[in-house]
């Protein structure tokens, strides 16, 4: 796992600090971030994705063994997992379209392997 430092916090402008009328912080708020002592960054060449009404979990993991003929199920070593709200997820879905097309557009379109 990697550790990370954390940043300084930045201000924050008076528009985006919530009030009682207005409880929602906005995406254009700036943001001091600190890192967790359970912070953990993980790879994941497998991922699982998990709907209820009330929550999205994304359960990543690593392939540990291609199937074989002897064998043929994959082994997936399960890393962690994330869990949100469907409205979160959604954010995050847009956001990282919007960072995969800027990325093809500067270096090219990703290869996609067949199923």
């Known amino acids: 796992m990697a550790k ?3 940043t300084q916090p930045a201000s924050t402008p008076a528009a985006s600090v919530p009030t009682k009328e207005s409880p929602i912080i906005r995406a254009t708020v700036n943001r001091a971030v600190v890192i967790s002592p359970t ?3 993980l790879y994941s060449n497998d991922t699982q994705i998990q709907t209820t009404p009330w929550d999205i979990r994304l359960i990543f993991g ?4 291609v199937p074989t003929e002897e064998r043929p199920t994959i082994v997936i070593n399960q890393v962690g997992e994330v869990r949100m709200s469907p409205q979160h997820a959604k954010k995050i879905a847009t956001l990282l379209l919007e960072q995969l097309q800027g990325y093809e557009s500067k270096v090219g379109p990703i290869p996609q392997p067949k199923d």
């Not at 690593?62 to 063994?65: A, G, R, S, T, V």
């Open 4 to 6: 990370r430092k954390a």
């Open 39 to 41: 912070f953990a960054s």
């Open 62 to 65: 690593q392939i540990h063994e």
